[in-house]
């Protein structure tokens, strides 16, 4: 099974400051990253897949990079809205064996 | 618009088996992977498995296999996930997610999440 590990556990920032998450696999996973935002009481959204892709609808504020085994999540500068619980998913097996990080609360300073 | 639906919350005591279903709507559902996710209270999100809807092919994460079936109903657009012998760490919610386009295997669209509760 791939581990994905994510740093920091949490992370304490203000309003318009620039926040980087980190992702580290077990091993080699490509390019097959996604992140999710998870709100309090609310399911998941996709922010990015294939590492850089954002999805659908998802501000140019949020960015993804990496390949390999380290991923990283960048939010330019942080809106009130993007304080919540920050996922990496790696899904890069077959037959699909999936694993989630452990999260990144990302908290207002 | 895609709309996953799931059934009601469950309390179901030790050694039981819980169904939670997940109504599929608004795409063809024989296009799109169907994954399940649970999270226990306040804590992070695990991967529970996934099958294709056409094929009918499954997977699951390795602490859950022998004990979960995934299956799905094509007629209805709705895929269920029946997982078995529960204890109370299994208490979590559970979410189902559709791929996020065709042939991608990770989650776009969600479910609400169907809480299952495990307690004598």
């Known amino acids: 099974e791939t581990v994905m590990t994510q740093s920091p556990a949490t992370l304490s920032l203000s309003p318009g400051e620039r926040a980087t998450l980190s992702c580290r696999a077990s091993?080699?996973?490509?390019?097959?990253v996604a992140w999710y935002q998870q709100i309090p009481g609310q399911a998941p959204r996709l922010l990015i897949y294939?590492?850089?892709i954002r999805a659908s609808g998802i501000p140019a504020r949020f960015s993804g990079s990496g390949s390999g085994t380290d991923f990283t999540l960048s939010i330019s500068s942080l809106q009130s809205e993007d304080f919540a619980v920050y996922y990496c998913f790696q899904y890069n097996n077959w037959p699909p064996s999936h694993t989630f990080g452990q999260g990144t609360k990302l908290e207002i300073k | 618009q895609v709309q996953l639906v799931q059934s009601g919350a469950e309390v179901k005591k030790p050694g039981a088996s819980v169904k939670v279903s997940c109504k599929a709507s608004?795409?063809?559902?024989?296009?799109?992977?169907i994954n399940w996710v649970r999270q226990t209270s306040g804590q992070g999100l695990e991967w529970v498995g996934w099958m294709n809807p056409e094929s009918g092919n499954t997977a699951s994460a390795q602490k859950f296999q022998g004990r979960v079936t995934l299956t799905a109903d094509t007629s209805i657009s709705t895929a269920y996930m029946d997982l078995s012998s529960l204890t109370s760490d299994d208490s979590a919610v559970y979410f189902c997610a559709s791929g996020a386009s065709r042939a991608a295997s990770y989650p776009g669209h969600w479910g609400q999440g169907t809480p299952v509760t495990v307690s004598s």
């Open positions: 091993q080699s996973v490509g390019s097959s």
């Open positions: 608004g795409y063809s559902f024989i296009d799109y992977d």
């Open positions: 294939g590492a850089s």
